[in-house]
Nanobody
Framework: VQLQASGGGLVRAGDSLRLSCTHS????????VGWFRQAPGKERAFLAA????????YYADSVKGRFSISRDNTNNTVNLQMNSLNPEDTAVYYC??????????????????WGQGTQVTVSS
């Protein structure tokens, strides 16, 4: 399993940004792909996940209504659309995949495969 996150950058407060996670090797329909982030001095936090086959998504309460996750199985990508960004969203964003449901991924990162992170910086 390989995952590569892209799309990070420097934006201003109130801007939007879309991250993409390109994946390969997720040959089983039971895989889910999720997004996490880690801000300086803080623990890694779950943001959102989506089932590769089901398309069922699950969000952390902190981003519900502001972030949206979607999948494109034709191109093997999972996107995270982030709106109304604020400086507290500044972090390294990671995508991960696991043979688990999207909701379970929110509770445990056990046995997840990780991509490299992409930096998102939001200026005030």
């Amino acid at each position: 399993v390989q995952l590569q996150a892209s799309g990070g950058g420097l934006v201003r407060a109130g801007d939007s940004l879309r991250l993409s996670c390109t994946h390969s090797g997720l040959t089983d329909s039971r895989w889910s792909v999720g997004w996490f982030r880690q801000a300086p001095g803080k623990e890694r936090a779950f943001l959102a996940a989506i089932g590769r086959r089901s398309g069922i998504s699950y969000y952390a309460d902190s981003v519900k209504g502001r972030f949206s996750i979607s999948r494109d199985n034709t191109n093997n990508t999972v996107n995270l659309q982030m709106n109304s960004l604020n400086p507290e969203d500044t972090a390294v964003y990671y995508c991960a995949a696991g043979m688990t449901s999207a909701q379970t991924m929110a509770r445990s990162s056990f046995r997840l495969s990780w991509g490299q992170g992409t930096q998102v910086t939001v200026s005030s």
